[in-house]
Nanobody, 127 residues
Framework: QVQLVESGGGTAPPGGSLTLSCAAS????????MSWARRAPGKGLEWISG????????YYKDSVRGRFTISRDNAKNTLYLQMNDLKPEDTALYYC????????????????????WGQGTQVTVSS
């Protein structure tokens, strides 16, 4: 059974940094692309970044490109999201998602296909 457990959220000031982690189990982590998405208060789920199964390619939504870095450690079955230069609009519940293939499969709405999501970790950006 697929399990994805996010951690590392918290409160940071504008311009601050946080690193999120996602511990994966119940499937062969190194075989699947992975993604991060977020849900801000009162809004829908927003895909923000994805990475191929071998880490060779990373993709970002324009709003986070240059500030966030996605990475993975297949030996540790863990996905990461390094978030720098945080802005108040980054406040959201952050989720990691398991892809359906080794590469990201993008849907017409610009999100990447995921078949499982974790419970999320809260990130609040406030002074």
């Amino acid at each position: 059974q697929v399990q994805l457990v996010e951690s590392g959220g918290g409160t940071a000031p504008p311009g601050g940094s946080l690193t999120l982690s996602c511990a994966a189990s119940g499937f062969t982590f190194s075989n699947y692309a992975m993604s991060w998405a977020r849900r801000a208060p009162g809004k829908g789920l927003e895909w923000i970044s994805g990475i191929y199964s071998d880490g060779s390619d990373q993709y970002y939504k324009d709003s986070v490109r240059g500030r966030f870095t996605i990475s993975r450690d297949n030996a540790k079955n863990t996905l990461y999201l390094q978030m720098n230069d945080l802005k108040p609009e980054d406040t959201a519940l952050y989720y990691c998602g398991k892809g359906t293939r080794s590469i990201l499969v993008f849907l017409p709405d610009g999100t990447s296909q995921s078949d499982s999501w974790g419970q999320g970790t809260q990130v609040t950006v406030s002074s």
